[in-house]
């Protein structure tokens, strides 16, 4: 039978779903009805089927009484710009996107034929056609723009030629000009907050200044581009400052009296809010030789954050706290953050606590939550607490009772942890750290103590024996969830990989001891740096989710954040869900709650997503201002991203990224091969490739932009990846570019 004719026997469900599948502009119960000549009593048939391919997953409904594939986007689709990637991509999410999966990523390629054209960046929004690659995955596109981006932006504000102008703060934005009686008092050199309105005078913009935010030769102004540029918000609500001003800690009343333990709280240097406490003691039941009695508790933000209150509004529209070199915009205001619902030592404190017993592997034995009242008895740095470790010759009592313990302890978790295998990868941190009138003192690589992973160790126990106690009481739980790499991730992994000589072990169930036997083989060697890269590269990334599917990552089967209510809302959510499950009040999840946990889930994802990348933004931006005293210097480093424009490079003493421009590595037409993250010169074989160690020159460092140019100046092949000087192999090319005379 042929669609479009009459049908000489009534069509089977799957070529119903093919037709839809395969119809996506078409796919309304009509154009399938019209499509297999289905008429009269007939249609009740092929309506029962699609109602049933609706309710098994494999059809949903659309806008217009459409219905689709759920996976699947039409040929022509309005997408948005929702970020710019190391390698400089521009990544899409569909406009209109109703399924409760998660949206699609979607790869905008680059219209040759725009020269000319603005840039486009995050927030604008284009009409493209789409081509589905391997495993869902899409490539788009432009049939034309459609609207420009954010309504608002931050630049600097300066004087051309007399005209005021705005140069944007935003990697990817677009210079305004601005009439004087917009400009808002803006005086040269003032970082600005501006309308974009749509008035265009000599191929620019008009815009409005609406704020002067500061100057920007001003260190702290840097966290301020970050936070106004990500559209962060920063205002709380009247009622929520009332509301957190006459916060007091409660009476002891029903709660457990946890003020007699010597808890702890272990923390950055410049932590602002102090929001889990940790204590140990060897467990004194026979039947556990060896064995351990935990205790970890976490300041009880729902006591004060009732659900439906103006602080449990602001505390969603903000999604979690966002942390910056010189400041905090906390999710919580500040009589809150860092008054009482911060475990300051020797204050009562408000918490709900988890104990667990774990034996002498660190398996856990059994847990139970209760709510009570405490108070920490000593802050520690993570530095101060493993030099207090590691200070043998101490037989003090902070450290024989408190600190050893602690260590003594995290000795069995260790062994639990090896013995689970969770992904190891070694994924350096930036530190700025500042004078206390603002100057940076330094960008460096933050030194992993084991301090930090005893931390890291005591949360996760604490996080898994929350979500195990939600699951066991059937109340509804907000996952933290981190799926399998993406089949053409891995097959994409499994390629490099083979270039290299290493061999990730196929088999139909994935784990992360897999890629750590691949970690492992790599360690001290060359290739080392480049391995952990591309193992990051292949992951997904993790959200939340009220649907669980593990956490492939840290290899448990099920997880949930508890531990920082103060900073993150699924923590909120989890600990209302406890005090309900474990009958520890009445504030915690209503009985009939009307939340949809998985919209939910999905808003504080991507609040997370954006709080990030405005972290990291401003370190970029310290950084840069940090170096551009150094324009000159050369800088060992290794290259950490490839792209069809360039090399990006990290230098080994700060972290920092700059761009090597592809024009300056010689006169070579290059091809860059995605899959083996690399540049090939077609003339020569010149190779650059990830991981490469290299010296540069810094040519230019603008902290407005976070941006750094680079210039290389010698590499080093014998320190190079093995396999770096191979030509791609046929069918791997992504186009290129010739690069300029080589300096």
Known sequence: MAPGGRAAHFP???????????????????????????????????????????DEGSLERRRGRRIGDPTKLPNVTTLEISDVDVDGELWCRPLQWESEKEAPRILLIPDKRRAGVPALGPGDRVLARLVEKEAGTYEARIMRVIGRGPDRMVGVFELVGGQGRIHPANRNGRDLWVSGADSGGAEPGDLVQADVLPARRLGLEQGRVVERIGRKDNPRALSLISIHTHDL??????????????????????????????????????????????????????????????????????????????????????????????????????????????????????????????????????????????????????????????????????????VMPLYRAHDALMKARQKRGPLALNLPERVVRLATDGDIVSVEPRVPLRSHQLIEDFMILANVCAAETLEEKKTPCMYRIHDEPDREKLAALRDFLKTMDLNLAPGQVLKPKAFNAILAKAEGSPAEHLVHQVVLR??????????????????????AHF???????????????????????????????????????????????????????????????????????QFEGRVSGVSRFGLFVALEESGADGLVPIRTLGAEFFQHD??????????????????????????????????????????????????????????????????????
Not at 540 to 556: E, K, M, R, T
């Open 233 to 402: 918000p920063t205002r709380f609500n009247p009622d929520s400052v009332a509301l957190a001003e006459v916060a007091a800690v409660p009476p002891l009343g029903k709660r457990t009296d946890l003020r007699t333990v010597p808890l702890v709280t272990i923390d950055p240097e410049d932590a602002r809010d102090f929001d889990d406490a940790v204590w140990a003691e060897p467990d004194d039941d026979p039947a556990n030789p060896g064995g351990w009695h935990l205790l970890v508790a976490i300041a009880d933000v729902a006591h004060y954050v009732r659900s439906g209150s103006a602080l449990d509004g602001d505390a969603i529209k903000r999604g979690n706290s966002a942390y910056f070199p010189d400041r905090v915009v906390p999710m919580l205001p500040e009589a809150l953050s860092s008054g009482v619902c911060s475990l300051r030592p020797n204050e009562e404190r408000a918490c709900m606590a988890v104990e667990a017993w774990i034996d002498r592997e660190g398996n856990k034995r059994k847990h139970r939550f209760v709510r009570g009242l405490m108070r920490s008895v000593h802050r520690f740095t993570y530095a101060q607490a493993q030099a207090l470790f590691e200070a043998e010759d101490d037989t003090g009592a902070l450290r024989d009772q408190i």
């Open 563 to 633: 531990t920082s209510p103060i900073r993150r809302y699924a923590d909120l959510l989890v600990h209302r869900g406890l005090i309900a499950a474990c009958n520890l009040g009445n504030d915690g999840l209503p009985r009939n709650d009307p939340t949809d946990w998985r919209q939910v889930g999905e808003r504080i994802s991507r609040a997370e997503r954006r709080a990030m990348a405005a972290e990291r933004d401003a370190i970029d931006r310290f950084t840069a201002l940090f170096l551009s005293e150094k324009v000159g210097a």
């Open 674 to 743: 995605e899959a083996q993250h690399a540049l090939f010169g077609e003339r020569t074989g010149e190779t650059w490739r990830l991981g490469d160690v290299v010296t540069v020159k810094l040519l230019e460092a603008d902290p407005i932009g976070g941006r750094m140019r680079l210039e290389i100046v010698s590499d080093a092949p014998a320190r190079s990846a093995p396999g770096a000087k191979k030509r791609p192999p046929k069918g791997r090319s992504h186009g290129g570019r010739r690069g300029g005379k080589r300096r």
């Open 12 to 54: 089977t469900r799957d070529e119903i779903l093919r037709y839809i599948q395969d119809n996506p502009e078409h796919a309304s119960k009509r154009e399938v009805a019209r499509a297999f000549a289905i008429k009269g009593d007939a249609r009740k048939q092929l309506n029962s089927i699609i109602r049933e391919l609706i």
């Open 538 to 559: 292949s992951q997904s990334q993790a959200v939340y989710s009220p649907d669980n599917i593990g956490h492939f990552g840290l290899a448990l089967p099920r997880y």
